[in-house]
């Protein structure tokens, strides 16, 4: 009777151990699997990231070319030749004025996890945040700039088609018409109204820029911490 309850007993621990062995391979497995899972989601976040570095360079040099040719075109102290010729870096001088840029840097894999549930494979809550504010918060912010600059441009377009329909016929698009520049150059400091608007257009631009520099330091941040 006694063999058969030690029998009994081993066969129990042999079933209870390879109950054990087989949850905690399984656990192991599970754990592996979702390290390589996070592995890969970093992988593919920072690829992504790395992937906006031309578009945000190219957003940047024409956020600053628009900026500087309104700051010079307000500025009276500022001679028209070196006016012309920060005019020849941009992409025309309608852009500066009736014109907005906006802002949509690449975001697929980034919303794909917050769909998915897998962002929280991410560790580190610091990671997270920064991530949160780089894809969602600063480009949010931003947008809400953009917009601001948008309409003032769209109103400065519309006050020199209805006060000045002969100037802007002429075609504010060139960034190469020393003749058109010195007659906008005249009709704006002879217009406070028009002065007032571009003002506007140009705190709108200037608040974008500073947003848009605050980003590219948080995605240095991130780049940081991941190295």
């Not at 360079?57 to 010729?85: C, G, P």
């Not at 969602?136 to 088609?161: C, F, M, Q, T, W």
Request: glycine residues 4%.
């Amino acid at each position: 009777m006694s063999k058969n309850i030690s029998r009994y007993i081993i066969e129990f621990v042999v079933i209870v151990l390879s109950i054990s062995i087989s949850f905690f391979l399984e656990n192991k497995r599970i754990e592996n699997e979702t390290k390589n899972r996070a592995r890969l989601i970093k992988i593919n976040l920072k690829n992504e990231l790395n992937n906006a570095n031309a578009y945000l360079q190219s957003r940047d040099k024409a956020y600053s070319m628009d900026l500087d040719f309104l700051n010079a075109l307000l500025e009276k102290e500022v001679d028209l030749d070196s006016l012309h010729s920060l005019g020849l870096d941009g992409a025309g001088y309608y852009n500066s004025i009736c014109f907005w840029r906006n802002f949509n840097p690449p975001r697929a894999i980034y919303s794909s996890l917050v769909s998915d549930g897998e962002i929280n494979l991410i560790e580190g809550i610091e990671i997270k945040e920064l991530l949160y504010r780089i894809y969602v918060l600063s480009p949010e912010y931003l947008n809400v700039h953009i917009e601001g600059d948008k309409r003032a441009a769209i109103e400065i377009e519309s006050y020199l088609i209805y006060n000045y329909p002969s100037f802007f016929n002429k075609g504010l698009v060139t960034n190469d018409n020393i003749k058109i520049l010195k007659e906008l150059r005249r009709i704006v400091f002879d217009d406070d109204t028009l002065i007032a608007l571009l003002k506007r257009k140009q705190l709108r631009m200037n608040s974008k820029l500073s947003v848009f520099r605050d980003y590219l330091t948080l995605r240095e941040s991130i780049a940081e911490k991941w190295n």
